[in-house]
T-cell receptor, first 114, second 112 residues
Framework: AQSVTQLDSQVPVFEEAPVELRCNYS??????LFWYVQYPNQGLQLLLK??????LVESINGFEAEFNKSQTSFHLRKPSVHISDTAEYFC????????????FGTGTKLQVIP | DVKVTQSSRYLVKRTGEKVFLECVQD?????MFWYRQDPGLGLRLIYF???????EKGDIPEGYSVSREKKERFSLILESASTNQTSMYLC???????????FGPGTRLTVT
């Protein structure tokens, strides 16, 4: 069994300030980890993923996340947010050994304040 | 670009009606999924399919069924709609055994 915890349901932050969205997971097997973003009235889009290799992964729009196996975390960070980053962010986990379903967190709404 | 389309963006149905939600993907993905999204609950998996005519129950299959007669199409069926099925329904597809999923825009279903 696997689970994902996103403790923060909403995170307000001023434009150009840094932000961290927290994600912790539990799993009895090795995992693959994902962050998805959902803009208003749209479906989810993949933001970044960790499958193997470097534990620090980056997206094309400046977000990064670090896989920390000892702390079972995959927090999402951005050093300077823009208004356009206002969206809901979902952390997700799946087992790495063969087919397993993906489990999503409950989401964190990032509100960027001008 | 992968494209996942859903038949309706908004749908209003009455209690007891049979409801069909259609999803089509154009990237020849083996795997398709149906989720419902509710505030504070995130995405919950209803059903998934990793091959034509194959289906597996997700976490909340009660009150739903699915059909996958062709690889590109995955239908969600509410046999007798109830008010507690009012929700946003999201379809997704993937290759590589559910690692990276591509989502449709969603169908907001209201059951009155």
């Amino acid at each position: 069994a696997q689970s994902v915890t996103q403790l923060d349901s909403q995170v307000p932050v001023f434009e150009e300030a840094p932000v961290e969205l927290r994600c912790n997971y539990s799993s009895s097997v090795s995992v693959y980890l994902f962050w998805y973003v959902q803009y208003p009235n749209q479906g989810l889009q993949l933001l970044l993923k960790y499958l193997s290799g470097s534990t620090l992964v980056e997206s094309i729009n400046g977000f990064e996340a670090e896989f920390n196996k000892s702390q079972t975390s995959f927090h999402l960070r951005k050093p300077s947010v823009h208004i356009s980053d206002t969206a809901e962010y979902f952390c997700a986990v799946t087992g790495s050994g063969g087919y397993q379903k993906v489990t999503f967190g409950t989401g964190t709404k990032l509100q960027v304040i001008p | 670009d992968v494209k996942v389309t859903q038949s309706s963006r908004y749908l209003v149905k009455r209690t007891g009606e049979k409801v069909f939600l259609e999803c089509v993907q154009d990237m020849d993905h083996e795997n398709m999924f149906w989720y419902r999204q509710d505030p504070g609950l995130g995405l919950r998996l209803i059903y998934f399919s990793y091959d034509v005519k194959m289906k597996e129950k997700g976490d909340i299959p009660e009150g739903y069924s699915v059909s996958r007669e062709k690889k590109e199409r995955f239908s969600l069926i509410l046999e007798s709609a109830s008010t507690n099925q009012t929700s946003m329904y999201l379809c997704a597809s993937s290759s590589d055994r559910a690692y990276e999923q591509y989502f449709g825009p969603g169908t907001r279903l209201t059951v009155t």
